[in-house]
């Protein structure tokens, strides 16, 4: 049996997060060998953010398991603490950006189902990312304005 302890394994940092989106994760999927529950674990330093403001195509949950995280959702913006948990509804009534506006780093685990191909979408930014299948550094990242026919390029 594998097993991990969400308050205490190590989380790994991304030396490729740009400022203010420099958190650590633990992939307990990955490390227990999971296949159909996506569930990682954010070590969240002070003013930096999970990722940016975005919704899903599929169901999604946080909680909080040390210190506070600063949630914005199309409903304004929350402060959680220790044992909240919230689930992001599909679609945009769904949409959700987890910070740490505190003074201590705060730690969280997300987790959502694996249903491929995995959509989001990035109000901010007019943006939609989409994850073909279960290599993560392979997104597909498109601006609303780049509208292309459906027949463009066809046969």
Not at 6 to 35: I, N, R
Not at 76 to 98: N, W
Request: charged share 30%.
């Amino acid at each position: 049996m594998r097993k991990a302890n969400v308050f205490k394994d190590a989380c790994e940092y991304d030396a490729s997060d740009p400022p203010g989106y420099e958190s650590a994760a633990l992939h307990l999927t990955k490390a227990l060998g999971g296949e159909s529950l996506a569930v990682k674990v954010f070590e969240l330093p002070p003013g930096q953010s999970v990722c940016p403001y975005h919704y899903e195509y599929e169901e999604e949950w946080l909680v909080v398991l040390e210190g506070s995280v600063l949630l914005r959702t199309p409903e304004g913006e929350e402060t959680l603490t220790r044992g909240d948990a919230v689930c992001f509804a599909i679609g945009p009534a769904g949409a959700h950006k987890a910070s740490n506006a505190g003074t201590e780093t705060a730690r969280l685990m997300m987790f959502s189902s694996t249903r491929e191909p995995a959509v989001a979408v990035y109000p901010d930014s007019d943006k939609i990312g989409i994850w073909p299948g279960r290599d993560e550094d392979r997104a597909m990242l498109h601006r609303g304005d780049g509208d292309v026919d459906y027949w463009d390029g066809e046969r």
